[in-house]
């Protein structure tokens, strides 16, 4: 039972440290999944394999060879060190445990992420209707993520912060989360990300639950046109604009500085609480490990003592069978004595003593002598008959 709940908190721990990214979709749909990989495995050959342990993960693509395989396709972008991995017309029978996974020469190869493809007939739990958004240099873009599930709601960079609540900031980009309801009646976060830079471009993922979708972003340049368009409205009304009363233009125009650090704080809050659940599970792992420790040394000490109690009473335990070093006495009333066997000497008054020293024999198996009772004295004594009680005893 201990040896088991020991594994249960390992697989746990192992589970947090390597969390599964859920991602659904619906029957007939594509996806794209991206895989973020270090400086030093530039030239290692990645592939995309299927299966829901590690060891009977099988391949599906390879960026050396097949690149491409059925309904699934992989490329290698090493400027940005991601590599993609897209499937298109998907059926119920994908649905599955996929992983990213670097390959190493002559060693262990390295799983970058793991994900679990649901595909479904109906609505997915959370979707996007286009994964690629596109942005200005300066402008802003807007992703829709519709929902149906419930759960903590986030917007995060591929690798790295997160932004939660209703707003804060990502590499200086302003973000603004706001859950609505749209014409369909479909629960909707909208992610607003404005002042967008060339730095921005980037994979994010929209988070609701344990549900998360990756959507791309890219910001492109702003064109000749562009700049003269904004230099002429800047001309046409130079008078500032006056901050706006309207409630709902404040969490983008003012206080966003204090809201994103409460974001900021809030994801750093929820950092924390995933260290402490790890260390109290390594903790009740310590515990659980002491015990059986324990145990088992108890369990040794109690078969020890027993086996050594055995082995003194087979070596003190006398032979009960055994007849040496007994004396036999016999005493017979001198009614029934004949003067055949009479056996009184003559002589009268005489009384006779024989002292006998008994030592016992050593016990079979005894490899010390015993105490000081092997000496013992024994005495028997003759009764003296005189001649005038015989005399007396004849008439």
């Known amino acids: 039972m201990a040896l088991h709940l020991s594994l249960l908190l390992l697989l746990l721990i192992f589970d947090r440290l390597s969390a ?15 895989c973020h990989y270090d400086l030093n495995h530039i030239h290692h050959v990645k592939y995309w394999c299927k299966g829901l342990g590690w060891d009977v993960c099988s391949y599906v693509v390879r960026t050396d060879h097949p690149k491409s395989s059925g309904k699934t396709s992989i490329s290698d972008d ?3 060190r991601i590599f993609t991995v897209t499937m298109t017309d998907l059926a119920s029978w994908d649905s599955n445990t996929y992983r990213c996974v670097m390959e190493i020469n002559g060693g262990t190869d390295i799983m970058i992420q793991r994900f679990y493809l649901s595909v479904t007939p109906g609505t997915p739990e959370l979707y996007v209707e286009q994964q690629e958004v596109t942005g200005v240099e300066g402008g802003s873009v807007t992703v829709c993520c519709y929902y149906s599930n419930s759960g903590d709601m986030k917007w995060c960079r591929m690798g790295g912060d997160c932004v939660s609540g209703f707003s804060g900031t990502l590499n200086g980009t302003s973000v603004t989360l706001t859950r609505t309801s749209d014409a369909n009646n479909r629960t909707v976060l909208t992610v607003t990300m404005s002042g967008l830079k060339m730095e921005n471009i980037d994979w994010y993922w929209c988070r609701v639950g344990e549900q998360e979708m990756p959507i791309h972003i890219t910001v492109s340049q702003q064109t000749a046109t562009q700049r003269t368009s904004k230099m002429t409205s800047t001309t046409q009304d130079p008078t500032p604009q006056q901050p ?25 809050h929820q950092r924390s609480i995933d260290v402490k659940v790890l260390l109290i599970s390594l903790g009740m ?8 420790l324990v145990t088992w040394k108890m369990w040794r000490r109690h078969k020890d003592n027993k086996a050594k109690d055995q082995t003194t009473n087979n070596s003190v335990s006398p032979n009960p069978g055994s007849h040496h070093d007994v004396m036999y006495s016999t005493v017979m009333p001198d009614q029934f004595r004949t003067e055949q066997k009479d056996p009184f000497p003559e002589a009268d008054d005489v009384t ?3 002292v006998i020293l008994q ?8 490899t010390k002598s015993a105490e000081p009772d092997d000496n013992v004295v024994y005495s028997s004594l003759a009764l003296q008959v005189t001649t005038q009680q015989r005399e007396a005893a004849a008439q």
């Open 20 to 34: 599964v990214r859920h991602v659904s979709v619906q029957t007939g749909g594509s996806i794209t999944f991206p």
């Open 352 to 354: 006779y003593s024989t």
């Open 78 to 80: 090493i400027n940005k």
């Open 244 to 268: 706006s009363a309207s409630p709902t233009a404040e969490p983008v125009q003012t206080d966003n500085t204090s809201q994103g650090a409460e974001g900021n704080m809030e994801e750093v």
């Open 285 to 292: 792992l310590v515990v659980v490990t002491a015990g059986i």
């Open 359 to 366: 030592h016992k024999t050593q016990l079979k198996g005894q």
